[in-house]
């Protein structure tokens, strides 16, 4: 048994190496990703280096294809769509990679999956993608700073939330596997949203979401609320959970920011379910889920209205919107590039389901970069944001420094 899966996981690793690698090599944007529940592993290429270049707004008009969505739109780090213009995917346990319909094949002959995690290495140690993102990691009392800045310009009513995030850098190891580290998480993480995506204009990342931004399927919309963080403790982590008066009131903000975007849009016929309790990567969030029958409704355009009204969220940036992210304009002492913007899979199979860039890192030379935030309300203390934000970073950190 023991050699059947050595067998089986070598195998899904030479797919995944061989999807980036004939991307690299044929200068292709590429992404892969695993849906939160499932074992199928889906992977997109287009070689169009410009990528496609249509409006944006319109999901139900995209082509089927990836996108990648920045925090903040700026020249330098614009929203990328990758068509689909190949596609390829396989279930985790089969015994062999599955070709599905409109396949095209990886090109994995006589070749070992080693040669090809070392060229993926050494192509991340080349990569000239620039970055915006400071050169060193944020320092605790700097983060702390902006922390404390955040809490005072809540009691003074400025605002009611706001969401500062860090940035941390690693070393990238010299064994660094970038399919091992994907499967790993895809097994450790079953219920967040595994990616992987790279174009010249975003450079390499990797991350594993708990955060659904929208959903559509036939008639159904779909979104969430989730705010409140704490480690998973014990055998039975849901059922040790105890959350603070902070944490509660952190997420019911990003529930009403969800409730109030419906009422500016006049839509009263939803289901809200939750809070309730969910592990995501090692941690405890609070999470409410919201429903709506487009057709019932009459709204078929929901999900592009609601993509427009929901990001940034508060979860991401804060309440009120527009005060929040001027206070991250301020007090952020880097670009959070495509961190907390929003991703996934447009139109793939009937379905449309963008999460947010969360729990991600970015591959970048010889550093890779880490990213995490931490939700501000007047009950915050200083301290155990840091501390929150350094467990988020660990969601990815300790696979990629770990092989």
Not at 129 to 136: M, R
Not at 177 to 197: G, R, T, W
Not at 295 to 307: D, E, R, Y
Not at 333 to 338: G, N
């Amino acid at each position: 048994m023991e050699a059947t899966n050595t067998q089986l996981k070598a195998s899904k690793e030479l797919v995944i190496s061989s999807f980036f690698v004939n991307a690299f090599r044929s200068n292709a944007s590429i992404a892969v990703w695993r849906k939160p529940g499932s074992s199928k592993v889906e992977s997109i290429t287009d070689k169009d280096p410009d990528g496609y270049d249509g409006p944006l707004k319109d999901l139900d008009l995209l082509p089927p294809g990836f996108m990648i969505h920045p925090f903040n739109n700026s020249q330098q780090h614009p929203p990328l769509y990758i068509k689909a213009s190949s596609y390829y995917s396989f279930h985790l346990n089969n015994e062999a990679p599955e070709e599905s319909e409109n396949t095209e094949l990886p090109e994995v002959a006589d070749v070992k999956e080693e040669e090809l995690a070392a060229e993926i290495r050494e192509f991340i140690l080349k990569s000239q993608v620039k970055s915006t993102a400071i050169t060193s990691t944020t320092t605790k009392s700097s983060f702390i700073a902006t922390v404390t800045k955040a809490i005072e310009a809540i009691n003074s009513g400025d605002l009611y939330k706001v969401v500062p995030a860090k940035i941390k850098h690693i070393e990238l190891p010299e064994d660094f596997d970038l399919a091992s580290v994907f499967l790993k998480l895809c097994e450790i993480y079953p219920k967040a949203f595994i990616n992987c995506f790279y174009s010249e204009k975003t450079g390499l990342w990797i991350g594993a979401s708990p955060e659904t931004l929208i959903k559509t399927k036939g008639d159904e919309f779909y979104t969430m609320a989730l705010a409140g963080t704490q480690k998973a403790k014990g055998e039975d982590p849901l059922k040790n959970a105890a959350w603070t008066q902070k944490e509660i009131e952190e997420q019911a903000l990003v529930s009403r920011y969800i409730v109030d975007c419906f009422k500016k849009i006049r839509l009263r016929e939803y289901s809200e379910i939750g809070p309730k309790t969910t592990v995501a990567g090692g941690l405890l969030h609070l999470k409410s889920e919201f429903l709506v029958d487009m057709k019932n409704t009459n709204f078929p355009q929901l999900g592009s209205v609601m993509l427009a009204l929901l990001h940034p969220t508060s979860a991401v940036c804060g309440m009120p919107k527009e005060k929040a992210m001027e206070f991250l304009q301020r007090h952020e002492a880097f670009d959070r590039e495509y961190f907390s913007g929003f991703i996934g899979p447009v139109n793939m199979n009937e379905e449309t389901v963008l999460f947010v860039n969360l729990r991600c890192a970015k591959l970048n030379n010889k550093k890779t970069l880490l990213f995490a935030g931490a939700g501000i309300t007047e009950d915050s203390v200083p301290e155990k944001e840091w501390e929150e934000t350094e467990m988020k970073c660990n969601i990815i950190g300790q696979f990629i420094q770990t092989q």
